[in-house]
Nanobody, 127 residues
Framework: QVQLVESGGGLVQAGGSLRLSCAVS????????MGWFRQAPGKEREFVTA????????YYADSVRGRFTISRVNAGNTLYLQMDTLKPEDTAIYYC????????????????????WGQGTQVTDSP
């Protein structure tokens, strides 16, 4: 059974930082490209960032580039999202996603490409 379990969300003041984690089980983690998406109230789910199987290649939405950092530890089956200089518009439920990839250096940025999703963790940034 594949499980993606996010943690680390919470309430933070504007300009603060949070680190999200996603623990993955039931699959060989190193064979999967990973991503983070988010959904704010009343809005569609949007891409945040993605990382290749190897961890060498990453991509960020313009809205978070330079503030967020995605990383992974394959030996520990864990994905991370370091979020710095948080803004009120970052308030959303954040989802961890996984997709099986043949290539070790590619990723996807569209939600329909991903096979597995976590249950989400709430991030709230207060002004």
């Amino acid at each position: 059974q594949v499980q993606l379990v996010e943690s680390g969300g919470g309430l933070v003041q504007a300009g603060g930082s949070l680190r999200l984690s996603c623990a993955v089980s039931g699959v060989t983690f190193s064979r999967y490209a990973m991503g983070w998406f988010r959904q704010a109230p009343g809005k569609e789910r949007e891409f945040v960032t993605a990382i290749s199987r190897s961890g060498e290649n990453t991509y960020y939405a313009d809205s978070v580039r330079g503030r967020f950092t995605i990383s992974r530890v394959n030996a520990g089956n864990t994905l991370y999202l370091q979020m710095d200089t948080l803004k009120p518009e970052d308030t959303a439920i954040y989802y961890c996603t996984a997709v099986r990839m043949q290539s070790s250096n590619t990723y996807y940025i569209t939600p329909s490409a991903y096979d597995y999703w976590g249950q989400g963790t709430q991030v709230t940034d207060s002004p």
